[in-house]
């Protein structure tokens, strides 16, 4: 059974950061492209980053480039989001997802809140 559980997310203020992480079990993690997506209130769920297996190549929204940066510890298992300069607008809930191919994912977690005070 194949889990995807994110952590890492809360209350900060404008200007400040947070580091989101995405613990997998369940799958060969080492072989799978990770994504990260979020969701604000109201609005549709949106891409903001992705990883490769290898973590070789990375993709962002440019809406968090050279804010945001996407990672991978593949002997933990486990996929990062290291969220600099945040901003009210990024405030939504965070998802993970897993899957072959970047950007044709097969699993997701939970999500985690972020909010960004003004």
């Known amino acids: 059974q194949v889990q995807l559980v994110e952590s890492g997310g809360g209350l900060v203020q404008a200007g400040g950061s947070l580091r989101l992480s995405c613990a997998a079990s369940?799958?060969?993690?080492?072989?799978?492209?990770m994504g990260w997506f979020r969701q604000a209130p109201g609005k549709e769920r949106k891409f903001v980053a992705a990883?490769?297996?290898?973590?070789?190549?990375?993709y962002y929204a440019d809406s968090v480039k050279g804010r945001f940066t996407i990672s991978r510890d593949n002997a933990k298992n486990t996929v990062y989001l290291q969220m600099n300069s945040l901003k009210p607008e990024d405030t939504a809930v965070y998802y993970c997802?897993?899957?072959?191919?970047?950007?044709?994912?097969?699993?997701w977690g939970q999500g985690t809140q972020v909010t960004v005070s003004s």
């Open positions: 997802a897993a899957g072959n191919l970047v950007g044709k994912y097969d699993y």
């Open positions: 369940g799958l060969t993690f080492s072989t799978y492209a």
């Open positions: 990883i490769t297996s290898s973590g070789g190549n990375t």
